[in-house]
């Protein structure tokens, strides 16, 4: 009932403000606007809650007093087109492979690892969020689903400021979390520090029923979380003189979480009486990783050159403690099994590019650039079985993984503008070198891979002014997913007595083909249709192995795609702002099951539907209400049926201290409805999955900034390509 009044009021709204006439309310904002290649609108007072471009959607967080007590992770919940699934997949448009890039830079981390480590960063800290659905050939060709680029707060100015922010947030257990920042500029240095923390305890209700041919199995768990948390980043620059400047950037990330699960599992047979198994399973995690940066820039009147130098190191660790207890139907124990997992996994990632631009007076523009990329990921998984009271190891299941990736990448890109036509079209090859190694506890080579491939990815993108407020565009692109370090491990891990994950070796990329055609009204209001084809689709399946299930990633099949996106900014009065975005899609998949024995072809397709409304009332004396909500509606996807996920958010703020600090209150999620339901049904597995997590809460934040705010802000000084707004920039 609490969905359907959600659904109510999300629909109810979004048609009464659309019913409006857009054009006329538009037409009352005469804010001045900023047009360059990308047609994004700027705001010079008021920073928008979205801006669109004809490739990207740049969602402020600080536009919404709601999220500043959030992470980066739950932060993109509220993001429109974006939605986080049950397993902490980002997804983009209904689609999963999202590439996650931090100021610009990828992240290389997927599924729980890239959940834990967004989760160090506060939302405080974030400047804008881009959501890149096409693009263009400077970027990585990684991710089927576009790309979404988190960026930093540097504010750096010429002069000193400094900001402190705090939160506390109570659902039905505390969490609490802060961040400070401070940049400087004084003769041709610029200094920027920022940092944050997070600390709490969540409750997740992980529910699952599955039906096989001899029994039905209940299981009734709690996962208990208690984490803590920092980041921290700090950057330099010098300027060697008028057209060079030389930086270095540093960060840290911590996330401890102490997981301590428990489940019941009752076992009903036809005739035979009930039986049970209680498990118990604690599992200390920790995540760190460390970056560093040094980078160069040359600007001279039309051409640039800027060259970046990276390393990073991911470690994380996990010792995962099992204990099951199998009952009669009186509740005695008949039969106790205890295991031990130990899990390390380390990621050293070396990598440098150089990119050149180059503008000529007859307007045509020239960017070419080069990377090389070198990974080196280790993992080893322990693991050992009590036997009379005895840990013994155990040599079936122990695995030491290496995994060693080289990419080299070469592109070009070109672009010129007339009158009313702008054309922009490049080149990416990539180069793949794959080398793997899998040994036992014995040092016994279980697996080996040597392989490495070629690709090319073309873009095109065209833009045509039909007049000063109609513009249309075209745009086609290619893309890949290359398997993740942890994906591609062979090795198998216990998740409690009846559920396991495996990796696969012998994961394939997947490839993605996209055309998209939009129209824009006065570069505010968007209408935009594409069409993508994704082959060797990667897909985590799951199945049935007697009592087990096991999940398992695969090049499962190919899917195609149509997503229809219209996004509308509003203004019904002056003191009211609404923006509307609504994507209803439509998707296909062939899918293959061919693992455990089980053999299935099966054909899906259906509609879904994401859709985010944001109202915000600026009112007398320094107040502001706003009010939000998202519902995502996916529906069928390769062997899984999800049920609708929604929220409505609400919060007040008040600015006090001459502008200099922010009192917020906020509601999120007030009618409890971030839930995930899923069901699984083959000829080979029944299941039903659900997921609750604390997701109404209760926050009070508070925000302070000193220091010189009114100073030209030279942010982005550095970092060049300003002709092309809103491209995501290399420092």
Same mark, same amino acid.
């Given at each position: 009932?609490?969905?359907?009044?959600?659904?109510?009021?999300?629909?109810?709204?979004?048609? $009464?403000?659309?019913?409006?006439?857009?054009?006329?309310?538009?037409?009352? @904002?005469?804010?001045?606007?900023?047009?360059?290649?990308?047609?994004?609108?700027?705001?010079?007072?008021?920073?928008?809650?979205?801006?669109?471009?004809?490739?990207?959607?740049?969602?402020?967080?600080?536009?919404?007093?709601?999220?500043?007590?959030?992470?980066?992770?739950?932060?993109?919940? %509220?993001?429109?087109?974006?939605?986080?699934?049950?397993?902490?997949?980002?997804?983009?448009?209904?689609?999963?492979?999202?590439?996650?890039?931090? @100021?610009?830079?990828?992240?290389?981390?997927?599924?729980?690892?890239?959940?834990?480590?967004?989760?160090?960063?506060?939302?405080?800290?974030?400047?804008?969020?881009?959501?890149?659905?096409?693009?263009?050939?400077?970027?990585?060709?990684?991710?089927?689903?576009?790309?979404?680029?988190?960026?930093?707060?540097?504010?750096?100015?010429?002069?000193?400021?400094?900001?402190?922010?705090?939160?506390?947030?109570?659902?039905?257990?505390?969490?609490?979390?802060?961040?400070?920042?401070?940049?400087?500029?004084?003769?041709?240095?610029?200094?920027?520090?920022?940092?944050?923390?997070?600390?709490?305890?969540?409750?997740?209700?992980?529910?699952?029923?599955?039906?096989?041919?001899?029994e039905q199995i209940i299981q009734r768990s709690?996962?208990?979380?208690?984490?803590?948390?920092?980041?921290?980043?700090?950057?330099?620059?010098?300027?060697?003189?008028?057209?060079?400047?030389?930086?270095?950037?540093?960060?840290?990330?911590? /996330?401890?979480?102490?997981?301590?699960? &428990?489940?019941?599992?009752?076992?009903?047979?036809?005739?035979?009486?009930?039986?049970?198994?209680?498990?118990?399973?604690?599992?200390?995690? $920790?995540?760190?990783?460390?970056?560093?940066?040094?980078?160069?820039?040359?600007?001279?009147?039309?051409?640039?050159?800027?060259?970046?130098?990276?390393?990073?190191?991911?470690?994380?660790?996990?010792?995962?403690?099992?204990?099951?207890?199998?009952?009669?139907?009186?509740?005695?124990?008949?039969?106790?099994?205890?295991?031990?997992?130990?899990?390390?996994?380390?990621?050293?990632?070396?990598?440098?590019?150089?990119?050149?631009?180059?503008?000529?007076?007859?307007?045509?523009?020239?960017?070419?650039?080069?990377?090389?990329?070198?990974? +080196?990921?280790?993992?080893?998984?322990?693991? /050992?079985?009590?036997?009379?009271?005895?840990?013994?190891?155990?040599?079936?299941?122990?695995?030491?993984?290496?995994?060693?990736?080289?990419?080299?990448?070469?592109?070009?890109?070109?672009?010129?503008?007339?009158?009313?036509?702008?054309?922009?079209?490049?080149?990416?090859?990539?180069?793949?070198?794959?080398?793997?190694?899998?040994?036992?506890?014995?040092?016994?080579?279980?697996?080996? $891979?040597?392989?490495?491939?070629?690709?090319?990815?073309?873009?095109?993108?065209?833009?045509?002014?039909?007049?000063?407020?109609?513009?249309?565009?075209?745009?086609?692109?290619?893309?890949?997913?290359?398997?993740?370090?942890?994906?591609?491990?062979?090795?198998?891990?216990?998740? @409690?007595?009846?559920?396991?994950?495996?990796?696969?070796?012998?994961?394939?990329?997947?490839?993605?083909?996209?055309?998209?055609?939009?129209?824009?009204?006065?570069?505010?209001?968007?209408?935009?249709?594409?069409?993508?084809?994704?082959?060797?689709?990667?897909?985590?399946?799951?199945? %049935?192995?007697?009592?087990?299930?096991?999940?398992?990633?695969?090049n499962a099949g190919d899917r195609q795609m149509?997503?229809?996106?219209?996004?509308?900014?509003?203004?019904?009065?002056?003191?009211?702002?609404?923006?509307?975005?609504?994507?209803?899609?439509?998707?296909?998949?062939?899918?293959?099951?061919?693992?455990?024995?089980?053999?299935? +072809?099966?054909?899906?397709? $259906?509609?879904?539907?994401?859709?985010?409304?944001?109202?915000?009332?600026?009112? /007398?004396?320094?107040?502001?209400?706003?009010?939000? &909500?998202?519902?995502?509606?996916?529906?069928?996807?390769?062997?899984?049926?999800?049920?609708?996920?929604?929220?409505?958010?609400?919060?007040?703020?008040?600015?006090?201290?001459?502008?200099?600090? %922010?009192?917020?209150?906020?509601?999120?999620?007030?009618?409890?409805?971030?839930?995930?339901?899923?069901?699984?049904?083959?000829?080979?597995?029944?299941?039903?999955?659900?997921? /609750?997590?604390?997701?109404?809460?209760?926050?009070?934040?508070?925000?302070?900034?000193?220091?010189?705010?009114?100073?030209?802000?030279?942010?982005?000084?550095?970092?060049?390509?300003?002709?092309?707004?809103?491209?995501?920039?290399?420092?």
């Amino acid at each position: 009932m609490k969905l359907l009044s959600l659904i109510f009021f999300f629909f109810s709204l979004s048609t $009464s403000l659309v019913a409006q006439s857009p054009a006329a309310a538009i037409a009352k @904002d005469t804010l001045p606007t900023k047009t360059l290649s990308g047609v994004v609108v700027r705001v010079p007072s008021k920073q928008p809650l979205v801006e669109m471009a004809v490739d990207r959607l740049i969602f402020h967080p600080d536009a919404l007093p709601s999220t500043a007590a959030l992470d980066a992770f739950e932060a993109l919940r %509220q993001v429109p087109g974006v939605v986080i699934d049950g397993a902490d997949n980002i997804q983009i448009g209904g689609k999963t492979g999202v590439t996650v890039l931090i @100021d610009g830079r990828n992240l290389e981390l997927t599924g729980q690892d890239l959940a834990q480590f967004l989760k160090t960063i506060g939302a405080a800290n974030i400047r804008a969020i881009e959501v890149i659905t096409s693009p263009p050939a400077k970027f990585d060709a990684a991710g089927n689903a576009g790309i979404i680029n988190i960026k930093l707060k540097r504010g750096l100015t010429l002069g000193s400021n400094a900001a402190l922010s705090m939160a506390y947030v109570q659902s039905k257990h505390a969490r609490q979390n802060g961040s400070g920042s401070f940049n400087a500029q004084r003769k041709g240095w610029t200094y920027a520090f920022n940092s944050g923390f997070t600390n709490g305890l969540q409750h997740t209700v992980a529910n699952n029923e599955r039906n096989t041919a001899r029994e039905q199995i209940i299981q009734r768990s709690i996962e208990r979380d208690r984490f803590r948390g920092y980041n921290i980043r700090g950057g330099v620059d010098v300027a060697l003189n008028k057209k060079s400047v030389l930086g270095a950037i540093g960060m840290s990330n911590y /996330k401890y979480t102490n997981l301590d699960n &428990s489940s019941t599992s009752l076992l009903y047979k036809p005739g035979k009486a009930d039986t049970s198994v209680i498990t118990r399973s604690t599992a200390p995690f $920790s995540m760190r990783r460390n970056s560093i940066n040094l980078n160069y820039a040359y600007r001279h009147i039309n051409q640039e050159l800027s060259m970046d130098a990276d390393y990073a190191i991911y470690q994380s660790g996990i010792i995962n403690q099992l204990a099951n207890s199998f009952r009669n139907s009186s509740l005695s124990a008949y039969t106790e099994a205890e295991s031990l997992n130990k899990v390390s996994v380390r990621i050293c990632l070396a990598s440098f590019k150089a990119d050149y631009n180059r503008q000529w007076k007859n307007g045509w523009k020239l960017k070419a650039g080069l990377k090389t990329l070198q990974s +080196v990921a280790v993992n080893e998984l322990a693991t /050992k079985n009590k036997s009379g009271g005895e840990w013994l190891p155990d040599s079936a299941t122990t695995n030491h993984y290496t995994f060693r990736e080289r990419i080299h990448a070469l592109y070009v890109n070109g672009s010129q503008r007339w009158k009313k036509l702008s054309l922009q079209g490049g080149l990416r090859a990539e180069w793949t070198r794959v080398n793997s190694r899998s040994a036992d506890l014995t040092h016994t080579l279980l697996l080996h $891979s040597d392989t490495g491939y070629l690709n090319l990815f073309p873009t095109l993108f065209f833009q045509y002014r039909l007049s000063a407020i109609h513009t249309l565009g075209l745009s086609f692109g290619r893309r890949v997913d290359r398997p993740s370090y942890q994906d591609q491990n062979p090795f198998v891990y216990a998740l @409690d007595a009846f559920n396991t994950q495996q990796g696969n070796p012998y994961l394939q990329p997947q490839f993605s083909n996209s055309m998209e055609l939009s129209y824009g009204y006065k570069s505010k209001a968007f209408l935009k249709i594409r069409y993508s084809v994704t082959t060797n689709l990667f897909e985590e399946l799951t199945y %049935q192995d007697g009592r087990r299930t096991i999940a398992i990633p695969q090049n499962a099949g190919d899917r195609q795609m149509i997503n229809f996106i219209v996004s509308v900014p509003l203004k019904p009065a002056q003191w009211w702002n609404v923006y509307c975005n609504v994507e209803p899609y439509y998707h296909a998949y062939n899918i293959m099951l061919s693992s455990l024995g089980a053999q299935q +072809v099966l054909q899906r397709n $259906s509609w879904g539907f994401n859709g985010y409304v944001s109202n915000s009332f600026s009112m /007398k004396h320094n107040w502001k209400l706003e009010c939000s &909500s998202w519902f995502n509606f996916q529906n069928k996807a390769t062997i899984y049926t999800s049920k609708p996920l929604g929220s409505m958010n609400v919060a007040v703020q008040k600015t006090v201290w001459k502008d200099r600090a %922010q009192l917020r209150m906020s509601i999120t999620d007030i009618f409890n409805t971030q839930k995930w339901e899923q069901t699984a049904v083959t000829d080979n597995i029944n299941l039903h999955t659900y997921r /609750k997590w604390e997701s109404q809460n209760l926050t009070l934040g508070f925000t302070w900034r000193w220091g010189n705010n009114k100073l030209k802000n030279n942010a982005d000084r550095r970092l060049g390509n300003e002709e092309e707004i809103n491209r995501i920039k290399l420092r």
